[in-house]
């Protein structure tokens, strides 16, 4: 039966008549850390009673028709992990583990990493938190720019973004792919990570591949988007 936390989901039965289906949604359920398949101690949710500052806003479809809103405020805590608040640009294993980028803005492309080299033995362990591109016409990869090769990924992606007055193209808030780049799988929990072009297009609010190649994409993701005249891909542009 329906209650406040049940999503009711209506299908057409053969007789055109339409039947309820009840689902049960945990809201608040433990952040799990898909590399480990371990509960993230990274991040935290809890409910609060109105919107503000990372926090994320669910609306909920009674069986009645009504709309119910929930807001739930996400914290990071970094735990054992080092701080990072410069571009790097010369990976190694050292550079991209146990640590967490925390709001670097080092280029136009590739906010906090980024990668021309083959470093496909290089797997990235890591937590990308409030990373940005300089504000440029065509910007590329908040947390991320590749175009070579790059081991597996996995992390917490938190409010990265490619946004700004002069901002006419913005392509992939986590990650960029391009050059026919090759990329291991991608796994973490992606939240709140934009593209906001100005004129021009925004592709890509967490992952945009172009003419290259990622594994498997797998996380969660809560509340990604693109906004611009043009804009594809709140999650992923391929």
Same mark, same amino acid.
């Given at each position: 039966?329906?209650?406040?936390?049940?999503? /009711?989901?209506?299908? #057409?039965?053969?007789?055109? !008549?339409?039947? =309820?289906?009840?689902?049960?949604?945990?809201?608040?359920?433990?952040?799990?850390?898909?590399?480990?398949?371990?509960?993230?101690?990274?991040? =935290?949710?809890?409910?609060?009673?109105? #919107?503000?500052?990372?926090?994320? /806003?669910?609306?909920?479809?009674?069986?009645?028709?009504?709309?119910?809103?929930?807001?739930?405020?996400?914290?990071?805590?970094?735990?054992?992990?080092?701080?990072?608040?410069?571009?790097?640009?010369?990976? $190694?294993?050292?550079?991209?583990?146990?640590?967490?980028?925390?709001?670097?803005?080092? #280029?136009?492309? +590739? @906010?906090?990493?980024?990668?021309?080299?083959?470093?496909?033995?290089?797997?990235?362990? #890591?937590?990308?938190?409030?990373?940005?591109?300089?504000?440029?016409?065509?910007?590329? +990869?908040?947390?991320?720019?590749?175009?070579?090769?790059?081991?597996?990924?996995?992390?917490?992606?938190?409010?990265?973004?490619?946004?700004?007055?002069?901002?006419? !193209?913005?392509? @992939?808030?986590?990650?960029?792919?391009?050059?026919?780049?090759?990329?291991?799988?991608?796994?973490?929990?992606?939240?709140? !990570?934009?593209?906001?072009? $100005?004129?021009?297009?925004?592709?890509? @609010?967490?992952?945009?591949?172009? !003419?290259?190649?990622?594994?498997?994409?797998?996380?969660?993701?809560?509340?990604?988007?693109? $906004? +611009?005249?043009?804009?594809?891909?709140?999650?992923?542009?391929?």
């Amino acid at each position: 039966a329906a209650d406040d936390y049940t999503f /009711e989901y209506k299908t #057409a039965d053969k007789d055109a !008549n339409l039947v =309820s289906s009840y689902y049960k949604i945990d809201l608040n359920a433990p952040i799990v850390n898909f590399s480990t398949n371990k509960i993230d101690e990274h991040i =935290s949710w809890e409910e609060v009673s109105e #919107a503000g500052n990372n926090t994320v /806003e669910v609306n909920l479809h009674g069986s009645n028709g009504g709309v119910e809103t929930k807001y739930y405020k996400y914290t990071y805590t970094p735990k054992n992990y080092t701080q990072v608040t410069t571009r790097v640009s010369d990976i $190694t294993s050292e550079k991209v583990n146990n640590v967490y980028f925390d709001n670097v803005a080092g #280029a136009v492309v +590739g @906010g906090a990493l980024y990668n021309s080299s083959d470093k496909s033995n290089v797997d990235i362990n #890591a937590d990308f938190i409030y990373n940005h591109t300089l504000n440029d016409t065509g910007s590329k +990869g908040a947390a991320i720019y590749n175009n070579n090769k790059l081991g597996n990924i996995n992390g917490n992606f938190i409010n990265n973004y490619i946004s700004g007055k002069y901002v006419k !193209n913005g392509d @992939g808030a986590v990650v960029y792919n391009e050059g026919g780049g090759v990329i291991g799988n991608i796994t973490g929990n992606f939240i709140e !990570n934009r593209v906001e072009a $100005t004129t021009g297009h925004a592709q890509g @609010g967490v992952v945009y591949n172009y !003419n290259s190649k990622v594994g498997d994409i797998e996380g969660n993701f809560v509340g990604n988007y693109t $906004t +611009g005249t043009q804009s594809y891909g709140g999650a992923i542009f391929n």
